[in-house]
């Protein structure tokens, strides 16, 4: 791999070497998919090593020859890195289609956009479904949890093997967000503009509470094995969908469920007087907990979630968000949504309070809207225009071509 200008402990996995190279100089758009291996050792925050770790990811658009057109995308909490791309397995459409891609407001006609699996993930990062290089058995729950700035910690290091010294954005809702906020405090000096998506200065003890259901019901399926399911050739599928099909409901606001189903019956005239899916809304969310075990790690669910309880940017930092954001030179913007009750507006707002207290330039955007925390994956027009405005307005500070107006 001497051919290539990647630093010393960052080689592209076999075969993607020249791709991997070319997309680097801004010669060719993406291949299908990428995946980076590290043998720099990351240290985590717990103080656990991980001495070989990879990362996959995925790049859309072409890096300008002065690096300065890069957007970074962070991914919630069951994303992965096919932001705006058909997943090479399930054949789902990318998850951010709707704000990514040609002519839409974070346009790959001209921003190189970046985005990766996170770090304790399940779509080519390392994680506990990864092989444990020590035993030659998947980690498991020998993996060492994360944290939400130890996933910004290995998305750095991706970025540095890139070439890249200076994010022009930070993009990211929800869980996404969070890695966006942390990249300002750990990162601020190397990134240009930021977009933290409904989200909070730390996670509330009511999701807290939320996650540990899900954690516990797949803790209780038998097929879960104490973590160590695949070498039984097993999966904790009933576990995992019970936990995600509570999870959901957290992601829709009352009035969504009620225009979509209502009280409707699923295929029938009347009730059973039993306990099949009587109820359309029943039967929503049993398709989704199926389709999900299909595609999610167990796992990964119960590191992720873990990863997002623990975030609380003002712990370090003398119990004082502001005081994390101290001397930032980002250009900043909160978006809310007013339906959003798992990351309320009140959470963005004290994102934003930190922000001004910090003497930061951050704007605030409230959408008003009845689809509820998963909005910003929706068709939403009011939420793409407040990204398009912005990112013009930053890369018009930046220097970069921004067309018309």
Same mark, same amino acid.
Request: glycine share 10%; hydrophobic share 40%; charged share 20%.
């Given at each position: 791999?001497?051919?290539?200008?990647?630093?010393?402990?960052?080689?592209?996995?076999?075969?993607?070497?020249?791709?991997?190279?070319?997309?680097?100089?801004?010669?060719?758009?993406? #291949?299908? +998919? $990428?995946?980076?291996?590290?043998? =720099? /050792?990351?240290? &985590? @925050?717990?103080?656990? *090593?991980?001495?070989?770790?990879?990362?996959?990811?995925?790049?859309?658009?072409?890096?300008?020859?002065?690096?300065?057109?890069?957007?970074?995308?962070?991914?919630?909490?069951?994303?992965?890195?096919?932001?705006?791309?058909?997943?090479?397995?399930?054949?789902?459409?990318?998850?951010?289609?709707?704000?990514?891609?040609?002519?839409?407001?974070?346009?790959?006609?001209?921003?190189?956009?970046?985005?990766?699996?996170?770090?304790?993930?399940?779509?080519?990062?390392?994680? #506990?479904? +990864? $092989?444990?290089?020590?035993?030659? =058995? /998947?980690?498991? &729950? @020998?993996?060492?949890? *994360?944290?939400?700035?130890?996933?910004?910690?290995?998305?750095?290091?991706?970025?540095?093997?890139?070439?890249?010294?200076?994010?022009?954005?930070?993009?990211?809702?929800?869980?996404?967000?969070?890695?966006?906020?942390?990249?300002?405090?750990?990162?601020?000096?190397?990134?240009?503009?930021?977009?933290?998506?409904?989200?909070?200065?730390?996670?509330?003890?009511?999701?807290?509470?939320?996650?540990?259901?899900?954690?516990?019901?797949?803790?209780?399926?038998?097929?879960?094995?104490?973590?160590?399911?695949?070498?039984?050739?097993?999966?904790?599928?009933?576990?995992?969908?019970?936990?995600?099909?509570?999870?959901?409901?957290?992601?829709?606001?009352?009035?969504?469920?009620?225009?979509?189903?209502?009280?409707?019956?699923?295929?029938?005239?009347?009730?059973?007087?039993?306990?099949?899916?009587?109820?359309?809304?029943?039967?929503?969310?049993?398709?989704?907990?199926?389709?999900?075990?299909?595609?999610?790690?167990?796992?990964?669910?119960?590191?992720?979630?873990?990863?997002?309880?623990?975030?609380?940017?003002?712990?370090?930092?003398?119990?004082?968000?502001?005081?994390?954001?101290?001397?930032?030179?980002?250009?900043?913007?909160?978006?809310?949504?007013?339906?959003?009750?798992?990351?309320?507006?009140?959470?963005?707002?004290?994102?934003?309070?930190?922000?001004?207290?910090?003497?930061?330039?951050?704007?605030?955007?409230?959408?008003?809207?009845?689809?509820?925390?998963?909005?910003?994956?929706?068709?939403?027009?009011?939420?793409?225009?407040?990204?398009?405005?912005?990112?013009?307005?930053?890369?018009?500070?930046?220097?970069?071509?921004?067309?018309?107006?």
């Amino acid at each position: 791999m001497a051919e290539t200008a990647f630093p010393a402990g960052a080689d592209p996995i076999t075969n993607r070497e020249r791709d991997n190279e070319r997309i680097r100089r801004g010669e060719v758009d993406t #291949p299908s +998919s $990428l995946l980076m291996r590290f043998s =720099e /050792p990351l240290t &985590l @925050d717990s103080g656990a *090593v991980l001495s070989d770790w990879q990362i996959g990811y995925q790049t859309y658009g072409r890096l300008n020859e002065a690096k300065s057109n890069a957007v970074l995308l962070c991914h919630a909490l069951t994303g992965d890195q096919h932001a705006a791309n058909r997943h090479p397995l399930t054949g789902r459409a990318g998850w951010w289609e709707t704000l990514v891609g040609p002519g839409r407001p974070i346009d790959t006609d001209r921003y190189f956009v970046i985005c990766s699996n996170v770090l304790g993930g399940c779509s080519g990062t390392t994680g #506990p479904a +990864s $092989l444990d290089p020590s035993t030659g =058995e /998947p980690y498991g &729950l @020998d993996f060492p949890v *994360v944290t939400i700035a130890d996933m910004v910690r290995a998305q750095a290091r991706l970025v540095e093997a890139l070439g890249i010294e200076t994010l022009f954005a930070v993009v990211g809702g929800s869980m996404g967000g969070m890695q966006v906020l942390q990249w300002g405090v750990s990162y601020g000096d190397r990134v240009f503009a930021a977009l933290p998506i409904a989200a909070g200065t730390r996670h509330s003890p009511q999701n807290i509470g939320f996650h540990e259901v899900g954690r516990q019901a797949i803790m209780a399926d038998p097929d879960w094995r104490g973590g160590r399911y695949e070498a039984a050739g097993l999966r904790p599928k009933k576990g995992l969908s019970v936990a995600r099909m509570a999870a959901h409901i957290t992601y829709v606001s009352e009035a969504a469920l009620a225009r979509k189903f209502g009280r409707a019956l699923q295929d029938r005239d009347m009730v059973t007087y039993g306990f099949d899916a009587d109820f359309q809304v029943e039967s929503y969310l049993r398709h989704q907990g199926s389709t999900f075990v299909d595609r999610f790690d167990a796992n990964s669910y119960l590191y992720l979630t873990r990863a997002m309880d623990y975030f609380d940017l003002a712990l370090q930092h003398d119990g004082m968000a502001a005081n994390a954001f101290l001397g930032t030179m980002t250009r900043w913007c909160v978006i809310s949504f007013t339906s959003d009750w798992l990351f309320p507006t009140a959470e963005s707002r004290t994102v934003v309070h930190a922000l001004n207290a910090a003497a930061a330039e951050v704007s605030f955007v409230e959408i008003e809207t009845d689809k509820g925390h998963d909005a910003f994956l929706l068709d939403e027009p009011s939420f793409d225009s407040a990204v398009r405005g912005f990112l013009k307005g930053a890369a018009r500070a930046r220097g970069l071509p921004v067309g018309a107006p």
